[in-house]
């Protein structure tokens, strides 16, 4: 399946992601192709799971607590706190419209 500039677009803005080399096309092109391989499966009267140990139960165990009290040196290692949590960085910057900015298959 070829992929078009407007496709790769609405990819890009789902994801967050730009492909902007030939190389990232590429990894997108091939998880495409396998992803077309799972509807050849047929999955008719095949339940959902819930857990990959459906044939075992799963029992809850007691929480015994072996080590703790280390909150000051584990926030030693943030960059950033504020009171007793980790500063997370920002989240993914949304892109430009398509027409304001260059992608990889534009050129092709």
Known sequence: QKLSVEMLDHLERLA???FRDSEGVERLQKAIQFADQLHEVNTDGVEPMDSVLEDRCLYLREDDVTEGNCAKELLE???????????????NIPLEKLEGRKTYLQGS
């Open 77 to 91: 290692n943030a960059r950033e706190t504020v009171e007793e949590y980790f500063v997370a960085p920002p989240g």
């Open 16 to 18: 967050l992601v730009d």
